[in-house]
């Protein structure tokens, strides 16, 4: 079992930064893809970025420009620094982590992001 925790959500004014962080413990194995989804109201869950083991990164194109993904492999760790915010950019943001090789997905809690005008 694998288990997510991520930090960093809250409210911010357009054009503001937040920085989202998720950390992974439990047995995992190396070889996966991190990364984060998000889901506003009423709306189904979207990918926002997601980072391979050997690095490779792939953005919703909405996000692309001003969201920028890393990970620690060493530390199971996946970060998403948000820049330049918008109000729809205002969800719930769900941290991941899956192995089509392993066959695991797992999800964090979620945190919510709040951006106001």
């Known amino acids: 079992q694998v288990q997510l925790v991520e930090s960093g959500g809250g409210l911010v004014q357009a054009g503001g930064s937040l920085r989202l962080s998720c950390a992974a413990s439990?047995?995992?194995?190396?070889?996966?893809?991190m990364g984060w989804y998000r889901q506003a109201p009423g709306k189904q869950r979207e990918r926002v970025a997601t980072?391979?083991?050997?690095?490779?990164?792939i953005y919703a194109d909405s996000v692309k420009g001003r969201f920028t993904i890393s990970r620690d492999n060493a530390k199971n760790t996946v970060a998403l620094q948000m820049n330049n915010l918008k109000p729809e950019d205002t969800a719930v943001y769900y941290c991941?982590?899956?192995?089509?090789?392993?066959?695991?997905?797992?999800w964090g809690q979620g945190t919510q992001v709040t951006v106001s005008l």
């Open positions: 980072m391979t083991s050997g690095g490779i990164s």
């Open positions: 439990g047995r995992m194995f190396s070889i996966n893809t």
């Open positions: 991941n982590v899956r192995s089509v090789t392993y066959d695991y997905n797992y």
